[in-house]
């Protein structure tokens, strides 16, 4: 039998991979949620017909959600992640073990468990005694804290859905309060690709500007995200991600990674042309 994935990247775009067989299908009081097992990127995760991660290429994103930011703070200690219910930033943030406290908010429980019985891969580190689960509403839960976190990893959704409210304005200010003086503040900024893509990451970047004061966005490539091009934002109150990279400090700790290293760190934020215009035009 002959079965395939399908994802509308555009009303014009499809991307498809090749099925073995649907491990596991439930719907969530949030979302419908599906994993499959497929030939040529081992298990993969979707979420209103939407793919989260897979196996084979999860690494990337990572890689570069966690590591760029812990390459640049000098002083990290409590970390707070929103969503990233497959636990991929969890168990990259476990590898510091310099880290205190990680608090995760993911409002749907369902992801959490089905990932960690289908996707070890990423959710095995979910029982860290450092991590702790909240399972409630990213956006109300960043209105409580004051100047607590050192970095603040939102690892969302697409901005529809559950993970719209996590792309607001209100939403960006309370994680500036929620952050300590050298906060840090990573994010996925989407695709600057396609047009709808590429406005959501126009807003997202034209909001977090508003609320802090150095601003940046760098990129990855990402094989099974739309168009393969996908961009990171870096927000802080104090850090420049180039000028304050540690790469010394951050080579020493002998972290073997697949897709980071602090030379592509540096490189990593030199944009393409039609992106710098992209992300300046956000501003008109």
């Known amino acids: ?3 395939w994935f399908t994802e509308a990247h555009t009303p014009h775009v499809r991307f498809s991979i090749e099925v073995d067989k649907q491990l596991y299908s ?15 990127f081992g298990r993969f995760l979707a979420l209103d017909g939407y793919m989260m991660l897979t196996e084979r290429d999860e690494f990337i994103y990572h890689d570069m959600i966690v590591h760029v930011p812990m390459a640049v703070g000098k002083s990290i200690r409590k970390v707070l992640v929103i969503g990233a ?34 996707l070890p891969q990423t959710a095995s580190f979910f029982d ?31 901005p529809f859905g559950p993970g719209e409210g996590l792309f607001t304005r209100e939403f960006y200010g309370n994680c500036y309060k929620a952050l300590s003086e050298n906060g840090i503040l990573v994010n996925q900024h989407e695709s600057p690709y396609y047009d709808n893509d590429a406005l959501a990451c126009q807003r997202a970047h034209r909001r977090i500007t508003e609320c802090f004061p150095v601003c940046s966005v760098y990129q990855a490539h990402i094989p099974t ?28 700790r002998g972290l073997k990674t697949r897709y980071y290293n602090t ?20 501003y008109e």
Not at 229 to 240: E, I, M, N, P
């Open 1 to 3: 039998m002959d079965l």
């Open 26 to 40: 439930a719907q969530s009081d949030f979302q419908r949620i599906d994993i499959f097992d497929s030939v040529e």
């Open 225 to 252: 995200y739309p168009s393969g091009h996908w961009l990171f934002g870096f927000a802080s109150k104090k850090y420049d991600p180039i000028a304050d990279l540690d790469a010394i400090r951050w080579n020493e």
């Open 128 to 158: 860290d005694p450092r991590v702790h689960l909240y399972f409630e509403d990213g956006l109300k839960f960043v209105r409580r804290p004051q100047n607590e976190y050192d970095l603040i990893i939102v690892d969302s959704t697409d």
């Open 263 to 282: 030379d592509l760190h540096v490189g990593a934020f030199q944009l393409p042309n039609y992106v710098r215009e992209l992300l300046d035009s956000a």
């Open 85 to 118: 219910g497959d636990g991929g930033a969890i168990r990259e943030l476990t590898r510091y073990p310099e880290l205190e406290r990680i608090d995760m908010v993911e409002i749907d429980e369902m992801v959490v468990e089905a990932c960690r019985e289908y």
